[in-house]
Structures are given as C-alpha cells and as structure tokens.
C-alpha cells in the first residue's frame, strides 16, 4: 500500500491538488474515464461507494462483495498510470485492495482504529465541516481534511451547513492558530469558477465529484479545474 512516487513526493509527502471523488452513479463497467482524468491531469481518485446508494440502485447485489471487486480493478488501472488511490471508509476494501489510503467521515470508524487495521502508515484523510469537528481527530496524524460543503450539492443525499468562503478562512486560521499543518480539500458544489476564491482562503486543494461527472469527465471540464490549479501552483512556487 505505497503510495506512487510520481503522485507524491516521498519526502515531502505534498498530495496531488485535485482529488476525484467518484459520484453514486458511476460507471465501474468500464474504466476509460479514469484514464481520460489521468490524461487530463487528475492523479487521485477517492472510491466512495455509500451503502445506502448501492442497495437502492443494486438491492440484488451483496454490497461489500462489490465493492471489493470494484476496489480491485481501480486499484489495477489506478497503480498501472501512477494514481493515487484512496477509499471512502471501508478499511477492509482498502487493506485488501493494496490501496494508497482511507478517508472516513464523522459517523465512520474511529481514526484511530482505522490506522490499526490498515497496519501501516498511509494517506489518512477525514471529513470535516466545522471546527469542533477537527476534534475528533486530535492526536492523529492525519493526511489531510476534506471540508465542505462549500455550496449546495446533490451528489450527497444529506448536507451539513454550507461553510462558503467564510467558512473555510475560519478553519484554516483555527488550524494555523493550533499549528496543525494538515492540508485542506474543499468540497461540495464546486466550479471552475470558484477555485480561485477557494484557494486564496489558504486551502490546499479541490475534491471534485459531480463538476466531472455530470459532464461525462470531458476533458475539457476536466482541464477546467487542472488549468486553474496549474496556474494557481505557478503564481506561488508550488
């Protein structure tokens, strides 16, 4: 479970600024858009399957099972162009599949936990919407926060408080304040548009879901985000 040397730098341990976050009615049949996200720039992907979503979508399918299978072959294609491959809260789908790394949410395992179960050291990332909720990870190490939601999103079925850019300046002064270093991903509803607000707040980088999604991952909505980010990377030395 190593995360790919040209994703992240084994010293530094810098994360890949744009993280796709797969949506529920994603296509695992076949997998030319995880190379068209590559080629276009995109060097992460986070496997989110929700209980919840598969058993209404697939009620006759055995939910883990799937997901094992699925965690499989993206593992394959991801470690194949040197991805990065995270998943979205089932420590044992990540421990067998050889993924790079887990991110849990508030009501999933104790972080703590996770990282015995994983055995070693990997990425480790946490969902985070307010400033008491940092909490819940005082003590871990943690890779980074996935904070949002910035807008309105229909990608998840129910939404904790919208933080907007406000929102995102106060975590990341609570965290400079605390001198807990841990990179931000904002997310939730976000635009090309919006990167450039976003980042200036002090945000590391942008988890995208439905933004490439619902335009079929065109390239061109890809490179939409990459392009902004490249540049944002070029004003500030990286």
Known sequence: MVPPESVIDSDTM???RIQYITHPDENFDELTWVHRLHENGVNWIQLRIKEEDFVQ????????????????KMRAVTEALGMLLTINDEVEVARFSNAD????????IMPNEALEQLHTRRVLGGTVNSIS???RFNGIEMSYFGVGPFRS?????????????????AIIDYLKAENRNV???AIGGIL????DSILATGVYGI???GAFFNEKHRSESIRAFVDKIEAYELAVGR
């Open 183 to 185: 990179p931000v991903y």
């Open 101 to 108: 790394g887990l991110h849990i949410g508030q009501e999933d």
């Open 153 to 169: 999103t229909t990608t998840k079925a129910t939404l904790k408080p919208l933080l907007g850019l406000e929102g995102y300046q």
């Open 207 to 209: 988890a995208v879901s």
């Open 192 to 195: 090309a548009s919006d990167v």
């Open 133 to 135: 909720e940092i909490e």
């Open 57 to 72: 979508r697939f009620p006759l399918k055995h939910f883990l099972a799937t997901f094992h299978e699925i965690a499989d």
């Open 14 to 16: 810098k994360l890949p």
